[in-house]
């Protein structure tokens, strides 16, 4: 039987605990900043009052001299470049001659306590020769004088991109419609509320260890050795569980290189705990983004042709800017056919802090333009939009024109739950009152194809030992940002080898106890640790269950083994404990212990570029979303969501509808309130207090319907529930507030202010800025592509 | 982490020696009540007292009496004035402007004089050190300019009480203890000319007690609107109060809009043209025209100012649409989606 | 800096420390006292991260001084559990109401207190009662839940 269609699951499936759960609720979870050393220094970073300045000198003598200081830090004594993406070391630990945005960090001190540290960056002189600064798309675009950077195509360009795959003009000729919008997205940010933390610690033997709330300790382990010029060897980084990520703790990040270079300087631990507005500097939130959709259609709704454009603004560093620009053009096709596409993005720099991956990376922007611009080319064609969708859903097995794979799809399934159970076909259009319904359909990655660097290695490894008394330990790298990594790991050991969750102690995120996981990110850690996880275990029961069918004499296939038991199916009084079969399983075998590796399966993608975008396989969500607008103030009150995601497999229930509700709840955040303000070069409002997060108030209630499709790729069928939730809420909404008071608001977040001037007639519509695009590429149909390359990262992400 | 600046504490049991404490450390020590605003603002560097006079022992600002009149102890928490039945009861505006004070646990430890005497707002001001450094300061705070109006000579950060409007609206007096004498004030002439000079209480003066009279016969409301239902402060308070007569005129009325000006704002011209009118649907929308031309709002708070100036007008209508008894306009409540 | 001598009742224990006057009672739990299961996220009073029981009200420890808190009876999550976890603790790990569990303790110690005071609390009065604390994970519905759960397992037992 195919695995995921396995039905015999005693575990998988099940809504049980959190492994963590009890440690959680106890306030026992040791988080960065809850951790404590011996003679721990603590140490605070000085950062740029300017957006956009020179440096002519950095004098830190003063705070050395400040009784309680144990050493001070300037950029001169770090100068070696990071960045997560290879294409993109634009990052100093401390600004070496420039400084890019209000926040970014120049001077560190570490002191006997973080007071003593606090003054002394008070007593840091820095010279700057402050810089026109660039606070918008439009400025980055326009003003070529000014660079940010002097990398990059030309001006403040970080990356250009055109691609077309099937001729698009030829498309639009075929079309009886032709429809163009143009949408903004507003930057926001991810706000865990746990601010970063850091401990440092570099021993006598040489050795740094560093503890940080990071999602990715493989990344933070590689930039450590590089701009410390340490062996690889000599570092271990520990990821401590997050706070809360959402993709805000995904880079490597300068506090983190610091605390251990002071370490280094003052022989002893070094804790950085940032305060809540560097966390809003660190940002690598979600890109602000102008887009252009032009779709050309059949009368019968049929697309024939679909030109995007974006234009993102990057904020001061790479990054995962270049990721995120080929994202907000990779999956438009992946959901409703589009036989032909042309993608064009630009990606500028501004003196922003830098944007990068907030949980759905890259994409959320183009669903929200993507959803809208189908529901206003049905009302040119007097289409219905909930049919609409349901027939253009893409088959299963579906190359798409940009050579996207879709393997399993549930779009369809999603669309119809969410239209039964909300009932808006007897709602939409129908409703006086300024009440409203919208719904919208999206697709997200489980796990991207390919790694950030270049490498043929593994994505995820697992380990897993066997002791005397039965007990399990499973390794792995991956990192437990809440969502439940850790408890994904030892539901699928303890399926796998039929024994109880509890029994099992799962060790994570620990660069020198752990196989290497590459991090929680683009939703890759359930499929990927998972299979990985099932090859290791898997390995270790078949010594387990045979040496068990030995010592009972029935023929191994005739086992079952669960709850830490394992019998003879055909006789269950025949059996014996695992913990039995596991000495009987070392008596015969030797210490007992496994690895098992993934590795995604290779993109039948060809051009440079696709390693964004292909994934082992695509999760789809769809959302109605009923609203009341109050027409005098142009007030949203989000009545009720019903969300509708293809999971693939539900490996927990529980823990896939809290994903779930919690994609929402963020959504719903960037829809109607949150946004990275900013106002004469400074971020306006860095604080819990004025970027508006929603409360307990805000939140509607949720129905949460999970579609099942088992696909193959996925440890059981699983694929990704954490960010692709998200997607269809925001443009779901928007339908909404259309359906409620007959106005399309074309950007996020959608303020009162925004409703209000358009039922004024008074609401300004965004506009494109002029981008010269670079000179398009013209992809080839995939059965005339050239041959494939190795696998690997992609080109485009090389330096 | 942000932590407070040092300072030494001391915890007076009279408001007269809180009093003396202050007039003899000068602008170098502060009172403090629940600390809600106070502590913030000290962790961000607005405020750097070297001495803390902390109000908790002070015997005479506690406590709510209730006896036609209403007493409130300036160190009522806001959950408490909130919570009491017979200030529920009989100055229901009063309850419902502390209820919509911040958050639960702020309003467990924020008090009700600390909400009359809280500091002005402005999001240039609100900032931390290093962000006020970086922009060049305010006038308000360590600067000359108001980086909100530059052409302006006063500071125009924003009353964000919600509960003084209510207050000025029913005709309140404080108590004021000082290092020798004590005076009572109203709390409509407690608020001083711009942001920085916000209050009129001396800074050696103590607000001990609210006094709230009886108001049998009149309805009351407060509105507050904010981005969200909770912590966020107001970025317009509306507090309405009107005594009708037999044949439904309006004999008195009191309009005070919170949020929009330096301090709290009394329309008297729309309190003025409510007088002897039937508080029907017209005048009501003529009143709310009436009212809201006072409102000052400026790019200092959040929401576009002018959103919030627009929304005057919509909130005043509603609230007298509230007591009046005509549908106010609002949403209606959801209706539980099955 | 000058320290005084603090007496704080913290979970039914008596506790004494030396602590500089203006460390906040946030600071004091998790720095003198060893007690880091409250959490920070702003220490302005605008996200109810640190959120403590100060006689059974809940009270957002990053503005609170503990000079202020002598004689008074603190608790912090970990004063929750006794032999066993509390129905509040129960019921949010089962529903899955900690994610990151972050805000966790801030949520648990306000459930509680609400729970004293309204044991049989409507969905709409939880809601209020916990609007000061903000989560980034849940969407908020799961600890709902929990609370109810917790509260209805209460008043059964």
């Known amino acids: 039987m195919p695995e995921q269609d396995r039905q015999d699951l005693s575990v998988i499936g099940q809504p049980l605990v959190k492994v963590d759960a009890a440690a959680k609720v106890t306030g026992q979870t040791v988080f960065a900043d809850d951790l404590v050393l011996p003679r721990m220094a603590f140490a605070r970073l000085l950062r740029s009052p300017h957006p956009h300045a020179r440096i002519r000198s950095v004098d830190a003598s003063r705070a050395a001299a400040l009784p309680g200081v144990l050493a001070t830090l300037v950029g001169s004594e770090l100068p070696i470049p990071f960045g997560i993406l ?39 002189q820095v010279d700057y020769e402050v810089l026109p600064a660039i606070m918008s798309i439009e400025d980055a675009l326009g003003r070529e004088d000014v660079r940010i950077h002097d990398y990059g195509p030309h001006g403040n360009v970080h990356k250009e991109v055109a691609f077309d795959f099937g001729d698009v003009e030829a498309g639009f000729a075929e079309a009886d419609h032709v429809r163009e919008d143009t949408f903004f997205f507003e930057g926001n940010t991810h706000l865990p509320l746990e601010q970063h933390a850091a401990v ?26 590089k701009v410390l010029e340490m062996p690889p060897a000599h570092i271990r980084v520990i990821a401590c569980p997050n706070g809360g990520g959402f993709g805000g703790k995904s880079d490597p990040f300068s506090h983190e290189i610091v605390v251990a270079k002071l370490s280094m300087k003052t022989g002893r631990p070094v804790k950085v705990t940032l305060t809540r507005e560097e966390v809003f500097y660190c940002h690598r939130g979600r890109h602000p983004v102008k887009m252009w959709i032009r779709t050309g259609l059949k009368r019968d709704g049929r697309i024939t042709a679909m030109h995007f454009r974006t234009a993102l603004d990057g904020g001061a560093y790479g990054s995962y800017g270049v990721a995120s620009l080929y994202y907000t053009g990779a999956l438009q096709t992946v959901t409703y056919g589009v036989p032909r596409y042309k993608f064009e993005g630009v990606r500028v720099f501004t003196n922003k802090p830098p944007c990068g991956p907030k949980r759905g990376h890259g994409t959320p922007q183009p669903r929200f333009a993507l959803e809208c611009h189908i529901d206003k080319f049905c009302a040119d064609l007097a289409l219905d939009p909930a049919r609409w969708r349901m027939e253009n859903t893409v088959a299963p097995g579906t190359i798409t024109a940009n050579q996207m794979q879709v393997r399993t799809i549930g779009l369809g399934e999603c669309l119809q739950r969410v239209l039964d159970k909300s009932g808006y076909g007897d709602k939409h259009g129908r409703r006086p009152g300024g009440r409203g319904i919208g719904i919208a359909g999206s697709a997200y990655i489980s796990g991207a194809g390919l790694p950030i660097y270049w490498n043929a290695m593994p994505h995820s490894g697992v380990q897993i030992k066997i002791d005397r008394g039965g007990g399990v330990t499973v390794f792995c790298g991956s990192t437990d940002i809440g969502q439940g990594s850790d408890s994904v790991l030892a539901y699928v050991v303890a399926e796998e080898l039929g024994i109880e969750p509890r029994d099992i102690r799962v060790v994570t995120a620990d660069t020198d106890l752990t196989p290497v996981d590459l991090g929680s990110y683009s939703s890759r850690v359930t499929l990927m640790t998972g299979n990985a996880a099932i090859e290791a275990a898997r390995k270790l029961r078949t010594l387990v269950l045979g040496a068990a069918a030995q010592k009972l004499g029935v023929p191994v296939e005739r086992l079952r083994a669960a709850g830490g038991r394992l019998w003879d199916s055909a006789d269950p009084s025949r059996g014996l404990a695992f913990a039995e079969a596991a000495v009987l399983a070392e008596a015969a075998h030797g210490t007992l212990g496994a690895v098992g590796s993934y590795t995604p399966p290779r993109s039948v993608a060809k051009w440079k570029g696709a390693g964004v975008g292909p994934t082992p396989t695509y999760s789809y969500s769809a959302a109605a979303v009923e609203v009341s607008v109050d027409r005098e103030t142009g007030i949203i009150r989000v009545d009720k969501v019903w969300i509708a995601h293809d999971v693939g497999r539900s490996i927990n229930p529980l823990l896939v509808i809290g994903q779930v509700e919690g994609s929402v709840y963020m959504a719903l955040g960037e829809a109607l309130m949150e946004e990275q303000a900013f106002r004469k070069g400074r971020h306006k409002i860095p604080s819990l207090l004025e970027y508006k997060s929603p409360t307990t108030l805000e939140m509607p209630p949720v129905d949460t319907i999970l579609v099942e499709t088992l696909d193959p790729q996925g440890p059981y069928g699983a694929k990704e529930c954490g960010q692709g939730p998200l997607l269809p809420v925001i443009p779901a909404l928007a339908s909404a507030v259309h359906d409620a008071v007959g106005v399309w608001i074309d950007e996020v977040p959608i303020t009162p202010e925004k409703v209000l001037a358009a039922l004024d007639q008074r609401y300004r519509r965004p506009q494109m800025p002029a981008v010269r695009y670079p000179e398009t590429v013209r992809v080839a149909p995939l059965e005339a592509a050239a041959p494939a390359t190795a696998s690997g990262a992609d080109p485009a992400l090389r330096r | 982490m942000l932590r407070l600046p040092p300072f030494r504490y001391a915890a007076p049991g009279t408001a007269r020696d809180a009093a003396r404490l202050l007039a003899e450390y000068g602008a170098d020590a502060m009172p403090v009540a629940g600390g809600t605003d106070l502590y913030p603002n000290m962790k961000r560097r607005q405020f750097t007292p070297r001495l803390l006079v902390g109000l908790r022992g002070l015997t005479e600002a506690h406590g709510i009496e209730v006896n036609g009149a209403l007493t409130l102890g300036a160190m009522a928490t806001l959950t408490e004035v909130a919570e009491h039945p017979a200030v529920r009861a009989r100055w229901p505006a009063v309850a419902r402007s502390a209820s919509l004070v911040s958050s639960p646990p702020l309003r467990n430890a924020g008090t009700i004089g600390g909400n009359l005497c809280v500091d002005t707002r402005c999001n240039y001001y609100n900032q931390t050190e290093p962000w006020r450094a970086s922009i ?58 711009d942001g920085i000079a916000y209050l009129a209480k001396r800074r050696d003066e103590i607000l001990t007690r609210i006094h709230v009279p009886a108001r049998a016969g009149w309805s009351m409301t407060y509105r507050k609107v904010r981005r969200r239902g909770s912590i966020d402060f107001p970025v317009l308070g509306v507090a309405a109060a009107v005594r009708l007569g037999t044949a439904g005129t309006v004999e008195e009325a009191r309009l005070v809009l919170g949020a929009v000006h330096t301090s709290p704002v009394v329309a008297a011209d729309a309190e003025q043209f409510l007088r002897g009118r039937v508080l029907d649907a017209e005048t009501i929308e003529m009143a709310a025209g009436i009212a809201y031309k ?34 106010t306009g609002d949403l209606p409540p959801v209706v539980a989606a099955v | 800096m000058d320290r005084i001598r603090l007496r704080l009742r913290v979970n039914g ?38 959120t403590v029981l100060v006689d059974g009200r809940p009270i957002l420890s990053c503005v609170a001084l503990p000079v202020e808190c002598e004689g008074r009876e603190i608790t912090t999550v970990e004063g929750l559990a006794g032999a066993t976890l509390h129905p509040l603790q129960e019921a949010f790990a089962e529903l899955g109401a900690a994610q990151c569990g972050y805000c966790t303790p801030g949520f648990l110690l306000t459930a509680a207190a609400l729970l004293a005071e309204k044991p049989a609390a409507t969905r709409p009065e939880i809601a209020e009662a916990t609007a000061g604390n903000l989560c980034r994970c849940t969407g908020y519905l799961k600890i709902f839940e929990a609370i109810e759960l917790a509260a209805e397992r209460t008043r059964n037992a």
Request: glycine content about 8%.
């Open chain 3, 13 to 50: 224990e008596e506790r004494e420390c030396l602590a500089p006057v203006h460390h906040t009672l946030l600071e004091v739990l998790r720095e003198e006292l060893g007690l880091t299961g409250t959490k920070h996220g702003c220490e302005l009073g605008e996200c109810g991260t640190c």
């Open chain 1, 200 to 225: 440092a610690a570099h021993g006598p033997d040489g050795k740094l260890t560093l503890w940080s709330s990071t999602q990715t300790p493989h990344y933070v382990h590689r930039a450590l050795a």
């Open chain 2, 136 to 193: 060049g300061y305010c006038m308000k705070k360590d600067g000359h300019l108001c980086l909100v109006a530059p052409g302006s000579d006063i500071c125009w950060a924003l009353s964000s009480s919600d509960t003084a409007p209510v207050m000025i609206a029913l005709d309140a007096e404080v108590t004021l203890v000082g290092p020798e004498t004590d005076r009572r004030l109203a709390v409509r002439d407690l608020y001083g000319p």
């Open chain 1, 86 to 124: 290879p294409v993109s070391q634009d990052e100093h630990a401390l600004a070496l001659d420039k400084v890019r945005f209000v926040g970014d960090p120049v001077a560190a001190v570490a002191a006997i306590d973080e007071e003593t540290a606090e003054a002394a960056l008070g007593l840091i």
């Open chain 2, 294 to 327: 006072p409102a000052k709002p400026l790019d200092n708070a959040d929401l576009s100012y002018a959103w919030r100036k627009r929304m005057v007008r919509v909130e005043v209508a509603r609230a007298l649409r509230e007591l009046a008894g005509l549908p």
